[in-house]
């Protein structure tokens, strides 16, 4: 439970970075890219004692980290079309209902419990974030040419943590997770330096010292957010759809209440019901 508990904490710092990221200026795109070097270097130079890096494409994981690294920057970039034609809201809640696809994976292809609490804890959680994301009283309004983004969204969100499951359940062994969590962000990286030579030849390229401060305080708790999820993956006694549910509902709660003491962000009263059916939804979980 401590493990799932960091990673809860890693990816609700993540929120108040991304914030601070307005408030400031940064250029998300440069500060993404740079937090993927520096999330695996928090991984190499932390936690992996000694390896031999040209054996790293020989691993069985390793073609799923290249997978894993492209979907990164993929779904990254769709989230921010989606950010601009529909708003915020609907990304967070395209992102955070895509634990669906894990849950369901779990549930049909490793043989996880699906009891009444468990499955009226799992719908419960659903609804709690959406209730919890929307802020605004009229819901979410998408135009129909605009509706194929959050579909991606969705699919790739849920795509990467399944990926992620299957990988760490089936290829990654216990001495490996660090090397496998730094591999994923080195890849993701890479891609997203070639985007940014891209960027270069077009004459849009602008590094600043305010995008490289943005990208290491993003790329700390990133890193942790993935590597106590793996672990969290392989605790004793809980199975991955209620690690994937928990998680990501208490992310959407901490986050919220973040919002409210950091940033003081007003809640309407759909965000509170939504508050109210997560913890709800994560008492049924944990306890079924």
Not at 38 to 60: E, L, M, N, Y
Not at 103 to 110: R, S
Not at 168 to 191: D, H, M, N, Q, R
Request: proline content about 2%.
């Amino acid at each position: 439970m401590i493990y799932l508990l960091l990673s809860i904490l890693s990816s609700s710092i993540i929120f108040v970075v991304f914030n601070l990221y307005k408030k400031y200026g940064v250029n998300t795109l440069q500060a993404i890219i740079v937090n993927y070097f520096i999330a695996c270097a928090v991984g190499f130079f932390g936690f992996i004692k000694s390896t031999d890096i040209t054996a790293i494409p020989h691993k069985d994981w390793f073609l799923g980290t290249l997978i894993l690294g492209v979907l990164f920057i993929v779904v990254f970039y769709l989230a921010a079309i989606t950010t601009q034609r529909s708003g915020l809201s609907v990304v967070s809640v395209a992102t955070k209902m895509s634990v669906a696809i894990p849950v369901l994976f779990g549930i049909l292809y490793f043989n996880e419990s699906s009891g009444i609490m468990k499955s009226a804890g799992i719908i419960l959680a659903l609804v709690a974030v959406y209730l919890s994301s929307v802020k605004n009283r009229s819901g979410i309004a998408i135009k129909k040419e605009n509706l194929i983004f959050p579909i991606l969204v969705f699919l790739g969100s849920g795509i990467i943590d399944t990926s992620i499951k299957f990988l760490e359940a089936s290829y990654v062994s216990k001495t490996e997770v660090a090397l496998f969590s730094s591999t994923i962000f080195a890849i993701a990286g890479i891609i997203g330096v070639m985007v940014l030579i891209v960027q270069g030849f077009l004459g849009r390229l602008r590094v600043t010292k305010r995008n490289l401060l943005g990208g290491v305080a993003l790329g700390i708790p990133n890193y942790f957010s993935i590597y106590f999820l793996v672990l969290a993956l392989r605790s004793e006694g809980m199975e991955s759809s209620t690690v994937f549910t928990i998680n990501n509902v208490a992310i959407v709660l901490v986050s919220t209440l973040l919002g409210i003491v950091l940033f003081k962000e007003h809640l309407i009263p759909k965000n509170w019901i939504g508050i109210f059916l997560a913890i709800l939804s994560i008492i049924l979980v944990a306890t079924s």
